[in-house]
T-cell receptor, first 114, second 108 residues
Framework: GAVVSQHPSRVICKSGTSVKIECRSL??????MFWYRQFPKQSLMLMAT?????????EQGVEKDKFLINHASLTLSTLTVTSAHPEDSSFYIC??????????FGPGTRLTVL | GQSLEQPSEVTAVEGAIVQINCTYQ??????LSWYQQHDGGAPTFLSY????GLEETGRFSSFLSRSDSYGYLLLQELQMKDSASYFC?????????FGKGTRLHILP
């Protein structure tokens, strides 16, 4: 299957700082990338959908000014958590899809905000 | 509203067969997917059904009945490494929705 990478895999930051997470499709062109958040023992919650070259579509309840998404190329999308607070601590997962219906997930980024 | 229902936990014995059900209610329907997630890891894709019927991939099979808004994941010849959470996901008109996941416990 296709490979999606995420960087960093784990990050710890102080409250009030911003954190950028990168998601890359390594061997295919991702027309659409998705960002999810998953709290312990809960399901994945879709945060936003981004298509290359256009603005991301955010789910209801997700602050677009706090979670900045950039999908500048067919292989790279970034999620920036601005002014992070402890309640933003979570597992952030990206996925990418190309021409088919399958989503390929990145390995996830565990964010801890102190 | 849109929702997916799947059991929160299932327990089975190594070598046995287990079925995880998923019922859905969505605005529009374009397909049902299943994902496996081990503790601490990201989900991995298992199967996708857009049409009614059974799709088989090795020890895993997935079934869909669009008229019943129902699908299931069937795992055969269970192995200890199959202990994980399994999520069904539906692609609707607007977005993809994930179920809350079924935790599969396998006993030796």
């Amino acid at each position: 299957g296709a490979v999606v990478s995420q960087h960093p895999s784990r990050v710890i930051c102080k409250s009030g700082t911003s954190v950028k997470i990168e998601c890359r499709s390594l061997d295919f062109q991702a027309t659409t990338m998705f960002w999810y958040r998953q709290f312990p023992k809960q399901s994945l919650m879709l945060m936003a959908t981004s298509n290359e070259g256009s603005k991301a579509t955010y789910e209801q309840g997700v602050e677009k000014d706090k979670f900045l998404i950039n999908h500048a190329s067919l292989t790279l999308s970034t999620l920036t958590v601005t002014s992070a607070h402890p309640e933003d601590s979570s597992f952030y997962i990206c996925s990418a899809s190309g021409q088919g219906n399958e989503q390929f997930f990145g390995p996830g980024t565990r964010l801890t905000v102190l | 509203g849109q929702s997916l229902e799947q059991p929160s936990e299932v327990t089975a014995v190594e070598g046995a067969i287990v079925q995880i059900n998923c019922t859905y209610q969505t605005s529009g329907f374009y397909g049902l997917s299943w994902y496996q997630q081990h503790d601490g890891g990201a989900p991995t894709f298992l199967s996708y059904n857009a049409l009614d019927g059974l799709e088989e991939t090795g020890r895993f099979s997935s079934f869909l009945s669009r008229s019943d808004s129902y699908g299931y994941l069937l795992l055969q010849e269970l192995q200890m490494k199959d202990s994980a959470s399994y999520f069904c996901a539906v692609r609707g008109d607007d977005k993809i929705i994930f179920g809350k996941g079924t935790r599969l416990h396998i006993l030796p």
